[in-house]
């Protein structure tokens, strides 16, 4: 393993830093590479990384720490990361998106190829994946594909979907939503929609009404935040977001409303039981997995989340394959972007260890979860795991016990460790 121990690696991989905190093609990385020079290989390794989320950008970056002489393609169509964790802040004011925005460029240092373009097919028969007009080969490859939405399941949402925002990818849609809300005239209404679990980032949407429900406190004072949840109760931190919650009078929140029709001619979303007028709509549409894990069939009879190894991570339909972060199912863990990051360490380790032919140890997982309710204060989860007959198990959850700066401070911190984890 290129003189790197699991010792070393886990010390350096932080796995359980977040228990105690919670207490046309781009080419770029390597001269002159062309297509022809990536379609076949070579005597040397290869394992080609799709997505450059928080998985597959971590995935690279421990492959090429694990075992340098490994050659890492990662396949990424945006040429800079941005972090869907925090983005919430944007639409309240306290935050901008190029504060949320980071370079590639640690990884191209650890000599990470990056091809900036779009993965548009897996071929498992040949080991070898279609970008443009040409493919790269692999012996090992990791998709980190992220989610895709379910537009046919909201009538008229697939022809709206370029207006109605989910925003629900951070960048563009984000920085346009946060412009929305600001120019909604004071006693407008802000109508949020929650889809069916699971979706990316459980949390994530009640975080998004907390921190929209403080701005238009504090600017909107006429406003308010109606959201139509799809689900029986607030799915994550309940009584958390609801102590919060305490404070935002302007918030109408409606259990199992599940939208099912969108009208922006009439500027009206409809559920199985009510029409909801709106100013300003977020909706946020049922997800699966992103569409090369589907192309690839990589998912399992739902048609929407990949069944995994829970050890190697290795897809239970295609040898050879690993599939980390949000795509996955089967396992009792969030898709949140903690958990895809361990999961990119888990998969490197296990990749390189296959590739080197040694076993493959055992890298539980780990989650720590923090959510903005206000400018300044946050609540936050942990979660531990242990793998128990080569499934995952989870041991423990701390919640904790109410929103405080302190944590929001916490949460700062333990930002700029992951970040660094993943790109430096």
Same mark, same amino acid.
């Given at each position: 393993m290129g003189g790197l121990t699991r010792r070393d690696f886990l010390q350096s991989s932080g796995i359980g #830093?977040?228990? &105690?905190?919670? =207490? $046309?093609?781009?080419w770029s990385g390597c001269a002159g590479t062309t297509t022809?020079?990536?379609a076949s290989k070579s005597s040397g390794r290869r394992v080609v990384v799709i997505g450059g989320g928080w998985g597959g950008a971590t995935a690279a970056r421990y492959i090429r720490m694990a075992d340098p002489s490994i050659e890492v393609v990662m396949i990424?169509?945006?040429?800079?990361?941005?972090?869907?964790?925090?983005s919430n802040l944007v639409l309240s004011g306290q935050r901008t998106i190029e504060s949320l925005t980071l370079s590639y460029d640690g990884l191209r240092g650890r000599g990470v190829t990056i091809i900036n373009d779009t993965a548009t097919a897996i071929e498992p028969d040949t080991k070898r994946v279609r970008v443009g007009r040409g493919y790269v080969a692999y012996d090992r490859l990791v998709v980190s594909p992220g989610v895709d939405f379910q537009w046919e399941q909201v009538e008229g949402?697939?022809?709206?979907?370029?207006? #109605?925002?989910? &925003?629900?990818? =951070? $960048?563009?849609q984000t920085v346009e939503l946060a412009r929305q809300i600001r120019a909604m005239e004071d006693g407008g209404v802000f109508v949020l929609t929650v889809p069916p679990v699971a979706y990316r980032c459980p949390p994530g949407p009640y975080e998004r009404i907390s921190q929209?429900?403080?701005?238009?406190?504090?600017?909107?004072?006429?406003?308010?935040?109606?959201?139509l949840d799809a689900n029986p109760n607030i799915v994550s931190k309940t009584a958390l977001f609801r102590a919060a919650w305490q404070a935002y009078p302007n918030i109408d929140y409606r259990a199992s409303q599940k939208v099912i029709a969108?009208?922006?001619?009439?500027?009206?979303?409809?559920?199985?039981?009510?029409?909801?007028?709106?100013?300003?709509?977020?909706?946020?549409?049922?997800?699966?997995?992103?569409?090369?894990?589907?192309?690839a069939d990589l998912?399992?009879?739902?048609?929407?989340?990949?069944?995994?190894s829970h050890v190697t991570y290795e897809s239970v339909k295609q040898k050879d394959i690993h599939v980390i972060g949000d795509a996955t199912t089967g396992l009792p863990v969030p898709k949140s972007g903690n958990i895809a990051n361990n999961m990119g360490k888990a998969a490197a380790l296990s990749i390189v260890s296959l590739l080197n032919g040694k076993p493959v140890p055992l890298m539980p997982p780990g989650n720590t979860c923090y959510s903005w309710v206000s400018d300044k204060e946050a609540i936050a989860v942990v979660n531990a795991y242990k793998i128990e007959n080569d499934k995952v198990v989870q041991i423990e959850q701390k919640l904790t016990p109410a929103q405080s700066?302190?944590?929001?401070?916490?949460?700062?911190?333990?930002?700029?460790?992951?970040?660094?984890?993943?790109?430096?």
């Open positions: #830093v977040g228990l &105690a905190a919670g =207490a $046309g093609l781009g022809g020079d990536l990424e169509p945006g040429r800079e990361f941005i972090s869907c964790p925090f949402l697939e022809a709206a979907k370029d207006t #109605v925002l989910h &925003a629900w990818k =951070a $960048g563009p929209v429900a403080w701005y238009l406190k504090n600017n909107k004072p006429k406003s308010k935040v109606i959201v969108v009208d922006t001619s009439t500027r009206e979303v409809r559920t199985e039981f009510d029409r909801v007028k709106y100013d300003v709509l977020n909706l946020i549409p049922p997800q699966r997995a992103g569409a090369i894990a589907v192309q998912v399992g009879a739902d048609k929407r989340w990949c069944e995994v700066v302190s944590v929001a401070q916490r949460a700062e911190s333990w930002r700029q460790s992951i970040w660094a984890d993943m790109l430096s």
